[in-house]
T-cell receptor, first 109, second 113 residues
Framework: SQQGEEDPQALSIQEGENATMNCSYKTSINNLQWYRQNSGRGLVHLIL?????REKHSGRLRVTLDTSKKSSSLLITASRAADTASYFC?????????FGKGTMLLVSP | DAGVIQSPRHEVTEMGQEVTLRCKPISGHDYLFWYRQTMMRGLELLIYFNNNVPIDDSGMPEDRFSAKMPNASFSTLKIQPSEPRDSAVYFC???????????FGPGTRLLVL
């Protein structure tokens, strides 16, 4: 399975701190994506990094991809209470995405 | 565009009843996916369509589950008969190209009593 697995399962930080989440997977991928899910809502796409890319930025988000280690990390800088959500990595095969179980992030004011 | 639209948002039914979930993908998206999310199993892909044709239904748990896409703007997921273990949040997502960013609907929260 190329399912991504996030680490840690839960993360609790204070506003202003940085949050780092990791994702590991098992097989080769075309790209890796990160999604956010607020409680009771659908998933929202955050960022996509292709297999030939090593790092990507979007606003306060920074994603890295190490295909040799089959791992990725999502860094949220200067976190805000509104960043409280579950974050999922998804590995892209030929047509479908396979999602991990997610990291629950709690940002306290 | 209004995004992916799902209905109903909440469904409470009794065991044995038929349940029909509906999805309208984003216009122009050729791929449509149905997922189920539970605490125990996370987000599972049930089935996906390309240009209204079912491509892979290997994730459909049992014959009680069926999905159709009669046209590019409408899909249904049907459970007949429903069982308590079907209780979950069901998401529909669409994308313009395979393996690319998926856009999720708000989900249907199903409770089977």
């Amino acid at each position: 399975s190329q399912q991504g697995e996030e680490d840690p399962q839960a993360l609790s930080i204070q506003e202003g701190e940085n949050a780092t989440m990791n994702c590991s997977y098992k097989t080769s991928i075309n790209n890796l994506q990160w999604y956010r899910q607020n409680s009771g809502r659908g998933l929202v796409h955050l960022i996509l990094i292709r297999s030939n890319e090593r790092e990507k930025h979007s606003g306060r988000l920074r994603v890295t991809l190490d295909t040799s280690k089959k791992s990725s990390s999502l860094l949220i800088t200067a976190s805000r209470a509104a960043d409280t959500a579950s974050y999922f990595c998804a590995t892209a095969g030929y047509s479908t995405l396979t999602f991990g179980k997610g990291t629950m992030l709690l940002v306290s004011p | 565009d209004a995004g992916v639209i799902q209905s109903p948002r909440h469904e409470v039914t009794e065991m044995g009843q038929e349940v029909t979930l509906r999805c309208k993908p984003i216009s122009g998206h050729d791929y449509l996916f149905w997922y189920r999310q539970t605490m125990m199993r996370g987000l599972e892909l049930l089935i996906y369509f390309n240009n209204n044709v079912p491509i892979d239904d290997s994730g459909m748990p049992e014959d009680r589950f069926s999905a159709k896409m009669p046209n590019a703007s409408f899909s249904t997921l049907k459970i007949q008969p429903s069982e308590p273990r079907d209780s979950a949040v069901y998401f529909c997502a669409s994308t313009i190209d395979r393996g690319e960013t998926q856009y999720f609907g708000p989900g249907t929260r199903l409770l089977v009593l």
